[in-house]
């Protein structure tokens, strides 16, 4: 098996030279440069910074209605800022109209006005 040692080799490659090499090397690599993303971008919501009389009517017939009452609840359902939404959540506490569960600073939690708080 020894003697047919010289079929199992492959056929001998003609190897460049040092200048064809180097030509090689030089000229790989020249791709076109990746370009930066944009990034996502989000659409601007247009809400609004005061109450016009029909926002308004929506909030005074709408939210004493609802369970579960928070400023971020009434960004989305009214469209309005979230500072807007806080005022006048206190003005509704103050009027009786809302019923205050949860305080905090991040976070405040309202819920509709029954006729006695329940208390556990």
């Given at each position: ?27 790989g690599g020249k ?9 996502k971008s989000r ?55 809302i019923r205050r ?20």
């Open positions: 098996l020894d003697h047919f040692f010289f079929l199992l080799l492959p056929p001998k490659v003609q190897q460049k030279s040092k200048a064809a090499k180097a030509l090689a090397a030089a000229s791709s076109k440069k990746k370009k930066w993303s944009k990034g659409e601007k919501a247009n809400q609004k910074v005061m109450f016009d009389e029909e926002t308004y009517a929506r909030f005074t017939n709408e939210v004493p209605k609802m369970k579960l009452i928070t400023p971020s609840g009434l960004v989305e359902k009214l469209k309005i800022t979230a500072s807007l939404a806080r005022a006048a959540l206190l003005e509704a506490e103050e009027q009786g109209l569960v949860a305080w905090h600073s991040r976070q405040q939690i309202f819920t509709r006005a029954t006729a006695a708080p329940a208390e556990e």
